[in-house]
């Protein structure tokens, strides 16, 4: 019995519990309980970061209900800081196209999730992108809508597996960053179906949990209280029996058009939600049925994983310690595993490589990036591991008879020289965070980036021509 049907199974008893709630009561499920200042105030204070705990939602001690606890990605685990496993970045993930070891890694985030005492993983990224700037491209697993179905299903299978509930993002038309919050999509219904639709869906019949609403508008219509996308599409059409969360803080405008088009919660502050939605019900511009069905849709989903888990412990199978290591070297085999798969040769010219560590007495290591940290952008997937390896580090490690001198390249003749001189030359070409990364004004205002990284050449637009 997969998640679908055992969330389905669970309906009945998740109708009673409901039964048990006042309007407020069932509200609150619906409403994210983190303060606008403990959201961002991680930010920007020396010493924290966005999501180093859990953001919780929900939660009901009158029916013994536990609160949904977030932890964001994709490319592992935000909470914490130190220990949490860092994997490649899922376009990386992605050039390898094995699903056997997504689920793999899907498993061993889930792990790391349980350990940090979160049940919702907010990492799976399968928007596809459109244009060739948009600095979150990094965070998906390509433009290929079976690729991005495949391998974001196989992520949701092994969160799952772990007992830590899917979130399906950014659905849908999410394709650029800085003007996210105010572009408007459109397009045909043939390629909104074959083109931008079906890799979420591969993801629902997986049995993914919730489905993270987008900030960007379809058809004049933001995402997050869109009534085509949420409720016909995803929960009539597709049969959807989970819930839908909204994109932090800016994902919902309306507190009445996002109740009736299907969104069953805001994260992860309330701002329109909570007495709004309570207003709204009770001056009837919200049928309390859509406040049940929402309602209905979190308890069920919680008590369903909640079992699963008790059925671990029961087991013998629990997870470790809040907050205590895990196996780290298991998981990193993992990364290891598919960093490797996810490197692509384009071109061996004279067959140059591999490189003979016995004819090489010096090796020059030339750009910026090579003996940097480079793990991906500094938005809300950003991961603290214990440590990393530089290039300039590993080739150490991997050539301790051989001289490697690195040189950043800002000289171009110094470069040169250094070149001529040397049995060999590895150039590390590509972008950091300052390059390419997540971007919101919702820190420090103007070109801040979120968590503090500055797009040095930001995209103003909408989708260009194909």
């Known amino acids: 019995m997969n998640f679908k049907q055992k969330r389905l199974a669970n309906t009945s008893k998740a109708v009673e519990l409901l039964n048990r709630l006042s309007l407020a009561e069932k509200v609150r499920l619906m409403s994210g309980s983190t303060k606008l200042e403990d959201l961002l105030g991680p930010v920007i204070a020396k010493g924290s970061h966005y999501n180093e705990s859990p953001y919780p939602a929900g939660g ?51 792990r790391e999730i349980r350990a940090w005492g979160g049940n919702l993983f907010g990492g799976v990224c399968v ?25 974001g299903a196989a992520l949701v299978e092994g969160v799952q597996a772990e007992q830590v509930m899917a979130c399906v993002k950014h659905y849908a038309f999410n394709s650029m960053e ?16 074959e083109v931008f639709l079906p890799h979420f869906k591969d993801c629902v019949d997986a049995g993914a949990s919730s489905v993270m609403s987008a900030y960007n508008r379809f058809r004049g219509t ?12 995803l929960k009539e059409e597709w049969g959807f029996d989970g819930f839908v969360l909204s994109d932090f803080l800016s994902g919902i405008s309306d507190t009445v ?5 299907g969104q069953d919660l805001e994260m992860c502050c309330t701002i329109h939600f909570g007495d709004k939605l309570i207003q709204a019900v009770q001056d009837g511009l919200v049928d309390e049925e859509r406040i049940n069905d929402s309602a209905l849709r979190i308890i069920r989903t919680i008590i369903t994983f909640e079992e699963e888990r008790k059925k671990r412990r029961d087991t013998k199978k629990s997870c470790p310690p809040k907050g205590k ?110 390059d390419e990364g997540e971007y919101a004004r919702i820190v420090g205002g103007g070109g801040q980036g979120f968590p503090c990284n500055i797009y040095r050449r930001p995209y103003q637009g909408a989708f260009p021509p194909r």
């Open 60 to 110: 009901s001690e009158k029916i013994g209900l536990p609160p949904l606890m977030f932890c964001d990605g994709p490319r592992g685990v935000v909470c914490g800081t130190g220990q949490s496993t860092c994997f490649p970045v899922p376009l990386c993930r992605g050039a390898g196209f094995n699903p056997v070891l997504e689920r793999k890694i899907g498993k061993a985030i889930g």
């Open 127 to 151: 928007n596809l992108p459109w244009h060739p700037g948009w600095g979150r491209s990094q965070e998906t697993y390509g433009e290929d809508s079976f690729a991005l179905g495949k391998m």
């Open 178 to 193: 800085i003007s996210r919050f105010k572009v408007n999509i459109d397009c045909d219904p043939r390629t909104e179906r």
């Open 222 to 233: 933001c995402c997050g209280q869109n009534d085509y996308l949420l409720r016909r599409v």
């Open 257 to 261: 058009q996002a109740a009736n088009a």
């Open 325 to 434: 290591p895990w196996d780290v070297k298991k998981h990193r085999d993992l990364a290891l595993q598919s960093a490797r798969e996810g490197i692509t040769l384009l071109r061996n010219h004279r067959h140059v490589l591999p490189l003979d560590p016995r004819k090489l007495k010096q090796l020059a290591l030339i750009g910026r990036l090579g003996n940097r940290e480079n793990l991906g952008d500094n938005g809300s997937g950003k991961v603290f591991p214990a440590h990393t390896v530089t290039i300039f580090e590993g080739l150490e490690k991997a050539l301790p008879d051989t001289e490697i001198i690195f040189y950043a390249g800002s000289n171009r003749e110094h470069g040169k020289n250094l070149a001529r001189e040397s049995d060999a030359v590895i150039f590390v070409a590509g972008y950091d965070h300052l």
